[in-house]
């Protein structure tokens, strides 16, 4: 890009490793611990996320050189609480256990900072095209980032992968043998908060890993100028 | 509904009226059992003061936002869209008939509670500087808090009637406040604390808010033993486990 800013290869790519929403920047924690405990609910969730995600990207571009700086907050909000009411009724029409399950967490969308932050940082200031692939990179980021999570807690706290994703007893895979004595806490609200801090702990852990090798500096920073490298070559 | 206003879905009487407080601080406390508001959590959580600020700024915008955004939903918008739901009192009587703008209700909210938060700070700047120089920076910051949101929204799925959510913000305020200002103590004493090095930052203050949402799962007892949250991956999230209602009938 002219103005220094990434293009749209290296958006679509750092928004799935080197500036993942949830284990780097710690946004749009909200969703993240509370659907998480069945996978179903999770995939669910990060795909209703990322079609919000890509269409108020997308509306923010084409928007972005009539945009006054004290009201771009509001029309980001507006924008994306639009979406969200079309996301939230098509749930409601096609998937209504699911929808009935996630509950109030799909409006809740709208105040997810994630998109704000894709809006602000990204949107508002480069063209449809790398919109589009910034906000595909990070909602992609974000489902990697769900899954994993509710993967741990389903598997540990209830021995099946998937189960429920077609209404109780649907397509369910049971991993572990009926024998294994399951977590149920990681299941319960305090599952979340642990599952999430040992994960990001373990991130951290490699990140740092990483650091050793390459160079000295700012743990965040360095990280993903590697993986970034990493991924062009 | 017979009366014009509808006070609450539950009968008023002092033993629901507590249940309720308690179940919405304590129990099913915003933070620590539907993890909204965690934004906050873990960025202003650092000191006490501003944990103590932040909360009451919370408590404040969120009882306002309530009462509008369901005196907006009451009189024209409707939630027709939840079981039990009904039509806007003054759009049908002006239209004649039942509409269901209920899709309108999560724009006119998120616009309602911009709204409030501008005049909040506005009005509070004017006639009470001291209150403004207290919540200061973290006014504006409260319009993106989902924590918000999640609090009119549950109003509107529950079907609560006005008394209820003024009780029930009021309580999810105060729940809130007790949730940043413990984690504000616990985080003081964090700072001493030897952590391993991938550890340090977020990590180990999730991991320490689940211990503290281990401890409020305890609560849970304090409505007996049909309050316990099914362990069941198919049953449904906790978001839908109980409703004052069903406390109220328990």
């Known amino acids: 890009m002219a103005n220094g800013l990434p293009g749209p290869t290296t958006r679509f790519f750092n928004g799935i490793l080197p500036e993942n929403p949830v284990y780097r920047q710690i946004l749009g924690m909200c969703p993240v611990l509370a659907v998480t405990n069945t996978m179903a609910g999770a995939i669910?969730?990060?795909?209703?996320?990322?079609?919000?995600?890509?269409?108020?990207?997308?509306?923010?571009?084409?928007?972005?050189?009539?945009?006054?700086?004290?009201?771009?907050?509001?029309?980001?909000?507006?924008?994306i609480a639009s979406f969200v009411t079309i996301a939230d009724r098509t749930l409601a029409a096609f998937l209504p256990l699911m929808s009935a399950r996630l509950g109030p967490y799909i409006p809740l969308i709208i105040v997810n900072c994630i998109i704000i932050c894709r809006a602000e940082v990204c949107a508002s200031k480069q063209g449809v095209g790398t919109a589009f692939f910034d906000a595909a990179g990070t909602g992609l980021g974000f489902l990697l980032a769900l899954a994993s999570i509710s993967l741990v807690r389903e598997v540990l706290g209830n021995g099946t992968v998937l189960s429920?994703?077609?209404?109780?007893?649907?397509?369910?895979?049971?991993?572990?043998?009926e024998s294994f004595p399951t977590w149920n806490l990681l299941l319960l609200p305090p599952g979340a908060f642990f599952t999430l801090g040992v994960l990001m702990g373990l991130v951290n852990w490699y990140s740092l890993a990483r650091k050793r090798r390459v160079a000295q500096g700012n743990l965040f920073t360095v990280g993903a100028e590697a993986a970034r490298a990493e991924v062009q070559a | 509904m017979s009366t014009l206003l509808p006070l609450a879905a539950i009968e008023l009487s002092i033993t629901n009226v507590m249940l309720l407080i308690v179940s919405t601080a304590l129990i099913n406390n915003f933070v620590l059992h539907y993890f909204v508001g965690i934004c906050?959590?873990?960025?202003?959580?650092?000191?006490?003061?501003?944990?103590?600020?932040?909360?009451?700024?919370?408590?404040?915008?969120?009882?306002?936002?309530?009462?509008?955004?369901?005196?907006?939903?009451?009189?024209?918008?409707?939630?027709?869209?939840?079981?039990?739901?009904?039509?806007?009192?003054?759009?049908?009587?002006?239209?004649?008939?039942?509409?269901?703008?209920?899709?309108?209700?999560?724009?006119?909210?998120?616009?309602?509670?911009?709204?409030?938060?501008?005049?909040?700070?506005?009005?509070?700047?004017?006639?009470?500087?001291?209150?403004?120089?207290?919540?200061?920076?973290?006014?504006?910051?409260?319009?993106?808090?989902?924590?918000?949101?999640?609090?009119?929204?549950?109003?509107?799925?529950?079907?609560?009637?006005?008394?209820?959510?003024?009780?029930?913000?009021?309580?999810?305020?105060?729940?809130?406040?007790?949730?940043?200002?413990?984690?504000?103590?616990?985080?003081e004493e964090l700072d001493f604390a030897d952590v391993p090095e991938p550890l340090r930052g977020p990590?180990?203050?999730?991991?320490?808010?689940?211990?503290?949402?281990?401890?409020?799962?305890?609560?849970?007892?304090?409505?007996?033993?049909?309050?316990a949250e099914p362990a069941d991956a198919n049953a449904p999230a906790p978001a839908h486990v109980e409703t004052p209602e069903a406390d109220a009938a328990a």
């Open chain 2, 203 to 227: 990590a180990i203050t999730l991991i320490v808010a689940g211990i503290l949402a281990l401890a409020f799962l305890g609560f849970a007892g304090v409505q007996g033993p049909s309050q």
């Open chain 1, 164 to 177: 429920g994703w077609a209404g109780p007893g649907g397509l369910g895979l049971r991993v572990l043998p």
């Open chain 2, 40 to 187: 906050p959590f873990i960025g202003v959580s650092k000191r006490l003061d501003t944990a103590a600020g932040m909360g009451a700024a919370v408590t404040f915008v969120m009882t306002v936002a309530a009462i509008l955004t369901k005196t907006v939903t009451y009189f024209v918008t409707g939630n027709m869209n939840v079981t039990g739901g009904q039509p806007g009192v003054l759009t049908t009587m002006i239209a004649g008939r039942a509409l269901d703008l209920s899709f309108l209700n999560y724009v006119v909210y998120i616009l309602v509670i911009a709204g409030a938060v501008q005049f909040v700070e506005m009005y509070v700047r004017k006639f009470f500087p001291p209150l403004y120089k207290a919540f200061g920076v973290f006014l504006p910051l409260i319009t993106t808090n989902c924590a918000i949101l999640f609090a009119t929204l549950m109003i509107m799925m529950q079907n609560m009637g006005f008394a209820e959510t003024v009780i029930y913000s009021i309580a999810a305020g105060i729940g809130f406040t007790i949730a940043i200002a413990i984690m504000a103590g616990l985080r």
């Open chain 1, 44 to 79: 669910t969730m990060a795909g209703a996320t990322a079609f919000v995600l890509i269409c108020a990207n997308v509306i923010t571009s084409l928007l972005r050189n009539a945009l006054k700086p004290h009201l771009r907050i509001l029309v980001f909000t507006l924008t």
